[in-house]
């Protein structure tokens, strides 16, 4: 199974920005879709960016389009999230993870059953 190391989370002003870094032991044929998910407490997990490995087509949840950007650097195996525009509502603990991701119409999928590899999580707190 794949190891997943999240990086880069941290404490920020409001309209500040974070690069989220995921670092992949391996990757296997399984896990053509990686994404980015969060849990602030007393809330459950959630889809925040998904990517298809192979073709690279995106997925964003609304509350983050036009601010977050999902990329890949396939060579060194590493996922990446670069958050823009930040906000109070983005604290959460963020979570890299790979699985299958409901793959359909060559997009990758938000629900988290269908990702069956996770990180750690690493926490990013947005203040005013």
């Known amino acids: 199974q794949v190891q997943l190391v999240e990086s880069g989370g941290g404490s920020v002003q409001a309209g500040g920005s974070l690069r989220l870094s995921c670092a992949a032991s391996?990757?296997?044929?399984?896990?053509?879709?990686m994404g980015w998910f969060r849990q602030a407490p007393g809330k459950e997990r959630e889809g925040v960016a998904t990517?298809?490995?192979?073709?690279?087509?995106?997925l964003y949840a609304d509350s983050v389009v036009g601010r977050f950007t999902i990329s890949q650097d396939n060579p060194k195996s590493t996922l990446y999230l670069q958050m823009n525009s930040l906000k109070p509502e983005d604290t959460a603990v963020y979570y890299c993870?790979?699985?299958?991701?409901?793959?359909?119409?060559?997009?990758?999928?938000?629900?988290?059953?269908?990702?069956?590899?996770w990180g750690q999580g690493t926490q990013v707190t947005v203040s005013t």
């Open positions: 993870a790979a699985g299958w991701g409901a793959l359909s119409a060559g997009v990758c999928g938000t629900s988290s059953g269908t990702y069956i590899s």
């Open positions: 391996e990757y296997s044929p399984r896990h053509y879709c």
């Open positions: 990517i298809y490995r192979l073709g690279g087509s995106t």
